[in-house]
């Protein structure tokens, strides 16, 4: 399982990114995630998906702020951030998986390789 992504950044408090990650093994792999890791933290799920059933879910810390979504006719998850703020700022990877535990980093198997995300 191959995951790539892409469209992290930097931007002012308030504005807006989306990250995108493509899943080559997008229907083998249906629990998808997005984490976080800031410096000196340890890697947080901000939001996960189930490809085939379209649940979402969403950490507190993000929910109202951040969307993830799918387009299945291209394998890829979206994670929409609007409202950014300074304390977003981290890398964000993009994980995939075959058990429901959305939040947990030893749950999923195939990641990305990190994008980004800088807020000032």
């Known amino acids: 399982v191959q995951l790539v992504e892409s469209g992290g950044g930097s931007v002012q408090a308030g504005g807006s990114l989306r990250l995108s990650c493509a899943n080559s093994q997008y229907t083998r792999a249906p629990y998808m995630s997005w984490f976080r890791q800031a410096p000196g933290k340890e890697r947080e799920g901000v939001a996960g998906i189930y490809t085939r059933g379209r649940t979402t879910y969403y950490a507190d810390s993000v929910k109202g702020r951040f969307t993830i979504s799918q387009d299945n006719a291209k394998n890829t998850v979206y994670l929409q951030m609007n409202s950014l703020k300074p304390e977003d700022t981290a890398m964000y990877y993009c994980?995939?998986?075959?058990?429901?535990?959305?939040?947990?980093?030893?749950?999923?198997?195939?990641w990305g390789q990190g994008t980004q995300v800088t807020v000032s």
């Open positions: 994980a995939a998986g075959h058990v429901n535990r959305w939040y947990d980093p030893s749950a999923f198997p195939y």
